[in-house]
Each structure stands twice: as C-alpha cells, then as structure tokens.
Nanobody, 122 residues
Framework: QVQLVESGGGLVQAGGSLKLSCAAS????????MGWFRQGPGKEREFVAR????????FYADSVKGRFTIAKDNTKPVVYLQMDNLKLEDTAVYYC???????????????WGQGTQVTVSS
C-alpha cells in the first residue's frame, strides 16, 4: 500500500502563486508515475500534470502548460506542483495520485491522496 498526503493549498489572488506538496509513504519502490489531478466546483476530476519517478519526463494539461510545474525531490518521495499566474478557473480540490503508467487517465492511478483545496479569488 501507498499513502499520499497533500499540503500547500489555500486562498490566493488571481495572478498569484502556490506550491503544493505530495508526500508518499509505504511501498513506494514500484511506483513509476506521480500525478496531479483536480476537481473544480460542479466539474469532473481532470488531469493536471504527471512526472515519472525515474528520470524527469513530465506532461501537462493544455490548460496549465506554461503556468504549472511538476517536480520531484530526488532524496525523498515527495512531488511538488508549483502553480504560477493562477486564474479563477484553477479553483479546485487538487489530488495527488500514484501509479505504474505514464498516462493522463485516472483509472491507471491506483493510489490517491485526500486532496487539498486551492481557491483563486479576484
């Protein structure tokens, strides 16, 4: 089993920045991909970004490309999501996920965190 705990959410004005963290624990040795997803009010959960645990391969949703950066700590099982130039439409609960396939599909991620709220105000 793998446990994921997100932190770093909060309230920020449009144009501002936030950095989310996701700490993994448990049997993390065979996890190959870490991802971030989000669910806005009244919306379905959607893919945001993913990173391979081996190497630095990343992939982003078009809606966040150029504004968000996913990165990992090579000394401990932590993944970050740096969010810059935040927009009102970025308001959502952000979830960290872990799995074995480098995809954008939620079904390929076996482990999920509880989520952290990000609210962007005008």
């Amino acid at each position: 089993q793998v446990q994921l705990v997100e932190s770093g959410g909060g309230l920020v004005q449009a144009g501002g920045s936030l950095k989310l963290s996701c700490a993994a624990s448990g049997y993390t040795f065979n996890i190959t991909t870490m991802g971030w997803f989000r669910q806005g009010p009244g919306k379905e959960r959607e893919f945001v970004a993913r990173i391979r645990t081996s190497g630095d391969s990343t992939f982003y949703a078009d809606s966040v490309k150029g504004r968000f950066t996913i990165a990992k700590d090579n000394t401990k099982p932590v993944v970050y999501l740096q969010m810059d130039n935040l927009k009102l439409e970025d308001t959502a609960v952000y979830y960290c996920a872990a799995g074995w396939a480098a995809t954008t599909s939620q079904s390929t991620y076996s482990y999920w965190g509880q989520g952290t709220q990000v609210t962007v105000s005008s």
